[in-house]
Nanobody, 115 residues
Framework: VQLQASGGGLVQPGGSLRRSCAAS????????WGWYRQAPGKERELVAH???????DYTDSVKGRFTISLDNAKGTLDLQMNTLKPEDTAVYYC??????????WGQGTLVTVSS
């Protein structure tokens, strides 16, 4: 499986941005999908995730603003980010976890929320 991430960039506070992550290969072997982020000087944190067939779960700081979605047919994982705040500034990564227990990270891209 390979992950190809896209999206990110600079946006003003209150704006929206969408990040996408396309998986290719044996995506049927993926058990869980997720988005993480790492702000400058901070540890990487889980933003949103779900297990195959389950419901999404979000970290408290993004609930009601971010939406994670998966196009199973295309193997594309999206993160729609609305009402962005400066504290959302971070490098965002997609991640998949396989039934084997192994995980794979996509390329991180910087999202900057600033006026």
């Amino acid at each position: 499986v390979q992950l190809q991430a896209s999206g990110g960039g600079l946006v003003q506070p209150g704006g929206s941005l969408r990040r996408s992550c396309a998986a290719s290969g044996s995506i049927f072997s993926i058990n869980a999908w997720g988005w993480y982020r790492q702000a400058p000087g901070k540890e990487r944190e889980l933003v949103a995730h779900f297990r195959r067939g389950g419901s999404p779960d979000y970290t408290d700081s993004v609930k009601g603003r971010f939406t994670i979605s998966l196009d199973n047919a295309k193997g594309t994982l999206d993160l729609q980010m609305n009402t962005l705040k400066p504290e959302d500034t971070a490098v965002y990564y997609c991640n998949v976890r396989f039934y084997s227990g192994l995980s794979l990270w996509g390329q991180g891209t910087l999202v900057t929320v600033s006026s």
